[in-house]
């Protein structure tokens, strides 16, 4: 019966490999009515049935989810029938590239390296991860640089620069190490394979006043750890030499260097000493 068909079919390709594809409930379909999708990739395949079915508050079959799907040039056939009550209802048919409905991902790997002294920032990506596109060239990215309130200066209004680039980098003239940035970008396509809409953006990266004052915190919580361990070896050297020092035995009459008056002495004390041994000796023969 015309009318009984589904409406408003849709598939999208997100995070690589991944699909959903939906539709809507026909407006003459009744309570028992359900519906099934099939698909193939090519001419000289079968059709494959659905294996995880989107189903809505009644149970019926509403969408699918497919993963580990691959990107081709080929085009994609999907259908769609049903019954109810025991009686067929209208098939849908539809062929779709597949390329055309993918999702980008974010470009990856957003790092901002700025020199103060220059006044200049320079921003780097990497493409969108995808399953059929490995050059560079093939993607075109939209960067938007934001530079956001600071309420400790009391500036309430922000300013956007929004550019189109192609390549991996860009160069932000205008940056001041006293305001807070922040910097996200996505990806289309540049004349390849590549889907045509914008894909998603990537998570804010943020710089300047911030960056600045996380470094300095960095670096003097580096700090803080040097100084307290070099306090706790000089500590336990201490400690160390202390217990050396009171089991090694001390001599009882260390020598020293004698004083011209500590010379004298002596030598006078061995004249007298030996005065006497020689008037022991005389005594003894007499």
Not at 167 to 181: L, V
Not at 217 to 232: C, M, T
């Amino acid at each position: 019966m015309n009318g009984t068909a589904i409406e408003n079919f849709v598939c999208v390709i997100f995070n690589v490999s991944f699909m959903n594809c939906t539709w809507h409930v026909s407006e003459t379909a009744s309570g028992d009515t359900q519906y099934y999708l099939y698909w193939n990739t090519s001419k000289k395949e079968d059709f494959t049935e659905c294996q995880n079915y989107i189903e809505d508050n009644h149970g019926r079959h509403t969408g699918c989810r497919f993963q580990n799907v691959t990107i081709e040039k080929n085009k994609a056939t999907f259908l769609v029938n049903g019954s109810r009550s025991g009686q067929s209802i209208q098939l849908y048919k539809k062929k779709i590239v597949l390329f055309r409905i993918e999702k980008l991902t974010p470009p990856l790997n957003v790092t901002v390296n700025c020199t103060e002294a220059s006044h200049r920032c320079e921003i780097r990506w990497q493409p969108p991860r995808t399953s059929h596109v490995k050059r560079l060239h093939c993607f075109k990215y939209e960067i938007v640089i934001e530079n956001t309130a600071d309420p400790e200066k009391n500036i309430k209004t922000t300013s956007k620069t929004e550019r189109s680039i192609i390549g991996n980098s860009y160069i932000f003239e205008s940056f001041s190490a006293e305001k807070r940035y922040s910097v996200k970008i996505r990806a289309t396509d540049n004349g390849c394979l590549v889907s045509s809409h914008w894909g998603e953006w990537s998570a804010p990266v943020e710089f300047g006043k911030e960056q600045l004052g996380s470094t300095l915190s960095y670096k003097l919580f580096l700090l803080s750890i040097l100084v307290a361990s070099l306090a706790l070896f000089l500590c336990t050297v201490s400690i160390y030499l202390k217990k050396t020092s009171a089991t090694v035995p001390q001599p009882r009459y260390p020598f020293h260097e004698l004083s011209p008056t500590d010379f004298q002495a002596e030598y006078m004390n061995q004249l007298t000493n030996d005065e006497t041994e020689e008037i022991l000796v005389i005594e003894e023969v007499t």
